[in-house]
């Protein structure tokens, strides 16, 4: 079992810049693939950004050049800096380890951008 627990969400203006954590049990975390997606109201839950176990990393293209993901295997913790952020980054953030064939997701921790 892997336990995920978000945090760092809130309430940002446009141009704003948040950062969320994700603490994740578990002895080998240096082992998963983790990864951020998000849900906005009334839309498909979707990938932000991944991080493989070799630190290689992938984004969705709505948020290339303005989020960094990355991970703290000493931490056993994955960030992802969001930067420039604008309303339709809204949404409820979720971490995700991939274990071998499973997924295992966080609660997850709601980002609002407005003014």
Do not use: H
């Not at 906005?40 to 932000?48: N, Y």
């Not at 960094?68 to 979720?94: C, F, G, H, W």
């Amino acid at each position: 079992q892997v336990q995920l627990v978000e945090s760092g969400g809130g309430l940002v203006q446009p141009g704003g810049s948040l950062r969320l954590s994700c603490a994740a049990s578990g002895s080998f975390f240096a082992r998963y693939a983790m990864a951020w997606y998000r849900q906005a109201p009334g839309k498909q839950r979707e990938l932000v950004a991944r991080v493989t176990s070799s630190s290689s990393s992938n984004y969705a293209d709505s948020v290339k050049g303005r989020f960094t993901i990355s991970r703290d295997n000493a931490k056993k913790t994955v960030y992802l800096q969001m930067s420039s952020l604008k309303p339709e980054d809204t949404a409820v953030y979720y971490c995700n380890a991939a274990v071998g064939v499973k997924d295992y997701w966080g609660q997850g921790t709601q980002v609002t951008v407005s003014s």
